[in-house]
Structures are given as structure tokens and as C-alpha cells.
């Protein structure tokens, strides 16, 4: 599996901004689909996921109500689309894929493709 992120850039606080994901290679039939950020300095932490078979979604509570995670299966996309951002939403977004299993996980080491990259950057 071959992940590309795209479509960060500079936004204004308040602002909105969509990030994609595109798979490509196997399938992303049966798994999940997440996004996570790093922050400068910080870890690299879940943001959101979706499974792909049945749409099922989670997000960390800091992003509830702000984004939305989404898939298109006829392009083997996945959408963060972002909204009231804030300069704390400041990263680097990364797609990754991993196995599905009964609830999503939000640890690094449960997803196993990960893509490059594009950072956000949210302005005061």
C-alpha cells in the first residue's frame, strides 16, 4: 500500500482546510484509515480514523465537532476536512492504514503504511 497525503497549507485561525489521502496498491478493503499530526516537539498523536468496510469513525476529543474524517471508495480517498482551526491544530498530518479489529486503535504501532505528510499551518 502506497499512501500520499495532500492538500495542507496556511490557513487563518478560525479557518477551515481539508487534508486528503490517496491508497493505492492492495486494497484498503478490511482495514482503517487514519490520520494522525506532530506537532513541533511533540509526538506523533491519532487525530482520526475511519473503517473502511462499514464507516465507522473516531476522533480524538479535542477534534469533535471540528473534523470530520471520510472516505471515497471509487477514488480510494480519505478527507480530513478541518474547521474552526486554531493555531494548536498546527502539524504536520500524516494518512496511515492498518489492520481492522474490533475498535480502532489509536496507537502508532497498530497501523503499518503510513504516508509522507503535509503540514498545516493555522495563523493567529
Known amino acids: 500500500v502506497q499512501l500520499q497525503a495532500f492538500g495542507g497549507g496556511l490557513v487563518q485561525a478560525g479557518g477551515s482546510l481539508r487534508v486528503s489521502c490517496t491508497a493505492s496498491g492492495r486494497s484498503p478493503s478490511n482495514r482503517v484509515m487514519a490520520w494522525f499530526v506532530q506537532a513541533p516537539g511533540k509526538e506523533r498523536e491519532f487525530v482520526a480514523a475511519?473503517?473502511?468496510?462499514?464507516?465507522?469513525?473516531d476522533y480524538r476529543d479535542s477534534v469533535k465537532g471540528r473534523f470530520t474524517v471520510s472516505r471515497d471508495r471509487g477514488e480510494n480517498t480519505v478527507d480530513l476536512q478541518m474547521s474552526s482551526l486554531t493555531p494548536d491544530d498546527t502539524a504536520v498530518y500524516y494518512c496511515?492504514?492498518?489492520?481492522?479489529?474490533?475498535?480502532?486503535?489509536?496507537?502508532?504501532?497498530?497501523?503499518?503504511?503510513w504516508g509522507q505528510g503535509t503540514l498545516v499551518t493555522v495563523s493567529s
Open positions: 496511515a492504514s492498518g489492520k481492522l479489529y474490533d475498535n480502532i486503535k489509536h496507537s502508532q504501532g497498530d497501523y503499518d503504511y
Open positions: 475511519i473503517s473502511w468496510h462499514d464507516d465507522v469513525t
